[in-house]
């Protein structure tokens, strides 16, 4: 099975690659249209979910595929089938239409509920962050892992503010608040899965939010897993690809920052 799991993980990544070039090609030239209140979509989405779609099913046809946009005519697998795809065309749209970095294309593949392989193509920076489970985490091909901080106040802590759903608006703040003043700094990237990668490979050392979908996250938390890291809900459940709420760390960290944003612990609980 690891061997599928290297092919489908080779697949991923030279996707996204090509992916990469199709974001690039829209970048400064596409339009843009709402389809919730703060939920961007542009072309530039649709079409590199259409090619990745597309690809994936001339591949893997017995694959389901879970993908963020809804595009009439995309089907994934038609029965029951332990393996499905999650996918993030563009995560970070609102970035990628004001031309601030970072965005990245995100691919997971989950084989009975277990992501198996994560890919994410940090586009603007051209870094491609791949992992199997089991196989380590890479980034451009290069072995990496986690960071060795062990205390709140050496650490650099990354999040993302609530932004489609601007509710309990109050914890977060005061969340926020105790993880500014306890901590070295806090950074808002605005992609939640080059969140994941910069703490899987060590450049933050945890990251935490809530709101979120499996597209967002599914990926990037194998990533962080295989760099050595740990992965939960604010109640320290494991697989928190589906929870809306996510803490991720280096793994020394994981019951501090845990207590420091003890106001979310029932958002989305």
């Not at 995309?74 to 004001?98: C, E, K, M, S, Y």
């Not at 050496?154 to 503010?161: C, K, W």
């Not at 306890?182 to 969140?195: K, L």
Request: proline content about 5%; aromatic content about 8%.
């Amino acid at each position: 099975m690891s061997t599928l799991y290297e092919q489908a993980r080779d697949v991923a990544a030279e996707l996204a690659l090509q992916a990469g070039r199709l974001v690039r090609f829209y970048a400064g030239r596409v339009a843009v249209r709402e389809k919730g209140y703060n939920e961007l979509v542009t072309r530039a989405d649709e079409e590199v979910q259409r090619f990745l779609v597309e690809a994936l099913q001339a591949r893997f046809p017995n694959h389901a595929i879970l993908a963020e946009e809804d595009i009439a005519g995309l089907q994934g697998a038609v029965g029951p089938t332990p393996f499905r795809w999650i996918i993030d065309p563009i995560d970070g749209t609102t970035n990628f239409t004001h031309g601030v970095p970072p965005y990245a294309i995100s691919l997971a593949l989950q084989h009975e509920g277990q992501t198996v392989v994560g890919v994410v193509y940090d586009v603007p920076h051209d870094e491609l962050f791949t992992a199997v489970r089991g196989g380590g985490l890479y980034v451009n091909g290069v072995r990496a892992q986690v960071s060795s901080t062990r205390t709140l106040r050496e650490a650099l802590i990354t999040t993302g503010f609530p932004y489609r759903e601007v509710v309990h608006l109050r914890e977060y703040l005061e969340a926020l608040g105790r993880v500014i003043k306890a901590t070295r700094g806090v950074r808002r990237p605005g992609a939640a899965s080059v969140d994941l990668a910069w703490v899987a490979c060590g450049r933050f050392d945890g990251f935490f939010e809530t709101g979120l979908s499996p597209w967002d996250v599914a990926a990037g938390i194998l990533l962080v897993e295989e760099g050595g890291g740990k992965v939960t809900d604010f109640h320290g459940r494991p697989n928190p690809v589906d929870a809306r709420q996510l803490l991720a760390t280096n793994g020394h960290l994981h019951e501090a920052l845990c207590k420091l944003v003890a106001p979310l612990h029932h958002v989305y609980a």
